[in-house]
């Protein structure tokens, strides 16, 4: 497992705010069929990506003093702005279909509410890797679902900045992981599955007409949630006790 330094994700989630992928020069062109299958969800994922993330930012504060690595909450400061941008964008395509950004979404509420009590960096990385991968496949469907030209360009943004996301968590879980004894790291990875796997189906269940539209059977959309969780939670993960020292931080001593 190849782990980056904060300093290394601080460098790169400011360079990335610099490239800009998306064309607003490009008029939106989205049929009334379209729209009928995607708008939904896209003003639910619109909503959760405009979070503040003051509790995650406070839970990344309390965990970086504990492991002594005072860059941390700049690298997740940095990781919270780029999922307003993905809020920001897809506002910007709202308003210039003339849809409404909505304000309250049942999906969103209860993600805020778990959100709104944790300060544990163990279940932010597991609840967020779990979104992040949700979302892979949430705007792979959009951009298939839609013929638009300009909300392909903000999907396909936004896919290149979640691959980093992944990345970006998934080592953090992992070294989190690494601290853990053995019986400890028995039950973290059953809890990791069992709330990966159970939040892949609430996913589902809210935004199904989407991932239709998109050409995703639930089996074919479960099957992709399922390899996901073998990528960043998986056994061989987890598990893997050959870190590449190229970019190795000193895995912290206390979690
Ligand atoms: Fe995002
Ligand atoms: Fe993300």
């Not at 690298?75 to 999922?83: D, G, M, S, T």
């Not at 049942?106 to 944790?118: A, E, K, V």
Request: include cysteine; charged fraction near 25%.
């Amino acid at each position: 497992m190849k782990i980056h330094s904060s300093t290394y994700w601080t460098r790169y989630f400011a360079g990335n705010s610099k490239i800009k992928r998306v064309d607003w020069t490009i008029s939106p062109q989205i049929s009334g069929e379209e729209s009928a299958k995607i708008l939904k969800s896209l003003q639910a994922w619109q909503l959760g990506e405009t979070s503040e993330g003051e509790h995650l930012l406070h839970a990344a504060k309390k965990y970086s003093k504990a492991i002594n690595d005072a860059e941390y909450p700049e690298a997740v400061k940095l990781f919270i702005k780029e999922e307003q941008k993905h809020g920001n964008n897809l506002g910007r395509y709202l308003d210039l279909i003339d849809a409404p950004r909505i304000k309250k979404d049942w999906g969103d509420s209860l993600f805020r509410r778990i959100r709104y009590f944790n300060t544990n960096m163990e279940l932010w990385t597991i609840a967020v890797i779990t979104v992040e991968s949700a979302a892979q496949i949430f705007y792979q469907a959009l951009k298939d679902a839609t013929k638009c030209k300009l909300l392909k360009q903000i999907c396909t943004d936004i896919l290149i900045d979640e691959a980093a996301h992944i990345t970006f968590q998934r080592e953090r879980l992992y070294i989190i992981f690494s601290q853990k004894n053995f019986f400890s790291k028995w039950v973290a990875y059953y809890a990791y599955s069992c709330f990966f796997i159970s939040t892949s189906l609430v996913v589902w269940f809210a935004h199904k007409t989407l991932f239709k539209a998109g050409r995703l059977s639930f089996w074919r959309y479960f099957n992709k949630m399922k390899f996901k969780l073998g990528k960043v939670a998986g056994r061989s993960i987890l598990y893997d006790f050959h870190t590449e020292k190229a970019e190795l931080i000193a895995l912290p001593k206390t979690v």
